[in-house]
């Protein structure tokens, strides 16, 4: 189904722009952790925010519905914006050194004359970026719980913090599709444009859906309003049941790329 | 081995390749010549599976290049026309790469390759010149010692003395019975490697014959060298032929041998040589002036 050198290579040679997104996410992730405090006297702070601006912390998703609880604090603080914008760009970057710039730039001749079909290129490729993306969400769960852990012992409920990086691997690995669905059918400008103004879109279309009931249709048109943290957080069943629809549209957009990209010239 | 049944794929505008028709024997040397953009590489893609829409049907040992590329690639060594690897990993990453998905077990040629091409490739390919990348894709053309070469101006980028190391592979391969297939702008190359020359202008094929027969059909040349200036300028008033310098007539020869021998008597020559036809004075004899646009490219 897939090729082992290619995917051990490939691991290999993206390892370094895994660890600058770890960077990151220890970093953000052990500032936000160190901020929570479960005594509500001492996040004060953060009941003058919401009743200063609280449009604009609906807008950016910043949830703070129970802030005396480590994994309301987290999904708010993190899963309404930043972590989902590290997501994006993580995914974005990955997929365009793995598909877009071995079409764009023509390399993929080389791996195509060996006895190796497109698809079995194509996905190795998917493989390694699902790899990423699922280690991505599985130091975003590290470090969240473990700071958390560190900071505020015996507030970190690892179960619930686990789904609800689960889940968001399972929402990146439907974004990355599309991204992947992009870089494989269109060529240059076009399949770069398309990979990133479609999850932008998508991303500012759920945070409209934040402005309140007059919105709310919206959500039918953005793949994100499938990943609700505080319901991930409460183990609620429509969790499961988008989790599993986000699971058919993956794999669904992945069939239709390698349908595609089997059919498709490559002037390369 | 090769078959190619009139292939067609229509870019628009006069672009692409048109009812193309060939067939290449196993063991043969046949070089495919043409200017840029005349539909060689588009020739090539269709070959190695990469276009997959188009009319006409291409095969390689019986497979099918369009369903089979899979089964056909086991038996190939390509070299594109245009090197561009991913630049980030060192050269003998890549081979190690290329040769784990060639599925070769052992790395014994490749080395053998890299000394005859005095290519060390321990370094990031980025940091490589035009010449070691174009090297270090020879390289992984031939590794795996295989059956056909499709070669694509396999000389670009390399030095004179690169070249005609790269000359003495095509022929060894050659002897060894290997079929090859390549396209090139060096006549140099094609002249010393190969028995048959496909020409191919504007998506179609304008000749397609043996090196030996392509010219031994062209008009033959003779330079004639005079006694005296007077002489050059009385036989120029009655004969055609083109002054090379004040003593030297180019004429080529359209009538009998013996009758230039006759007309030459009357003079005082001091020397007639046989001026040999080069495949470049075939090359622009077939493509004029879209030739010398390319030449001055």
Known sequence: MINIALYKKEFKRNLILFLIFLGLILLYGAIVSAMFDPNVDNLSWIQSLQDLYPELLDFIGFNFAEITDYQYFISGYLYGMLFILFGIIYANIISSRLIYRYIDQGSIVFLLSTPNSRKKVLLTQIFVVQTYLFLLALSMFLVTSLFGEIFNPGYVDFGKLFYLNLSFFILLSFISSLMILCHSIFEGKKALGFSIGLPVLFFFLNLITNLGNTYKFVVYFTPFSLFDPILCINYSGLSFIYNGLLILLTLSTFGITIFYFNKRDLSV | ?297
Do not use: W
């Open chain 2, 1 to 297: 081995m090769i078959i190619v049944k009139n292939l067609t794929k229509n870019y628009g505008n006069n672009r692409g390749i048109f009812n193309l028709s060939f067939q290449i024997k196993e063991g043969s040397c046949v070089g495919f010549l043409g200017p840029n953009g005349a539909g060689k590489t588009t020739t090539i893609r269709h070959l190695l599976g990469l276009i997959q829409n188009y009319t006409g049907s291409a095969s390689i040992k019986n497979l099918n290049c369009k369903t089979d590329s899979v089964e056909i690639q086991k038996y190939i060594g390509y070299l594109p026309g245009e090197i561009n690897f991913i630049d980030d990993i060192k050269g003998n990453e890549l081979i190690d790469l290329i040769s784990a998905m060639k599925e070769m077990s052992n790395l014994d040629y490749a080395y053998e390759l890299l000394q005859l091409f005095e290519l060390k490739p321990n370094m990031k390919i980025h940091k490589m010149s035009k010449g070691m990348k174009q090297k270090l894709a020879i390289v992984i053309a031939f590794m795996n010692d295989p059956e056909i070469l499709i070669l694509d101006e396999p000389s670009s980028g390399l030095d004179p003395l690169m070249q005609q190391r790269l000359i003495e592979l095509i022929l060894d391969h050659k002897k060894r019975g290997k079929t090859i297939f390549l396209s090139s702008h060096s006549f140099e190359e094609v002249e010393k490697t190969c028995d048959r020359i496909i020409m191919i202008k504007d998506g179609h094929i304008v000749n397609d014959s043996h090196i030996k027969q392509l010219i031994k059909e062209q008009i033959r040349k003779y330079e004639v060298k005079f006694s005296k200036e007077s002489d050059v300028h009385d036989f120029l008033k009655k004969h055609h032929g083109t002054q090379v310098d004040n003593l030297t007539v180019l004429i080529e020869l359209e009538q009998p041998f013996n009758e230039l021998i006759n007309t030459l008597s009357s003079y005082n020559i001091q020397d007639i040589t046989k001026s040999t036809l080069k495949l470049e004075e075939i090359f622009m004899n077939y493509y004029g002036e879209s030739y010398d646009k390319y030449r001055t490219l």
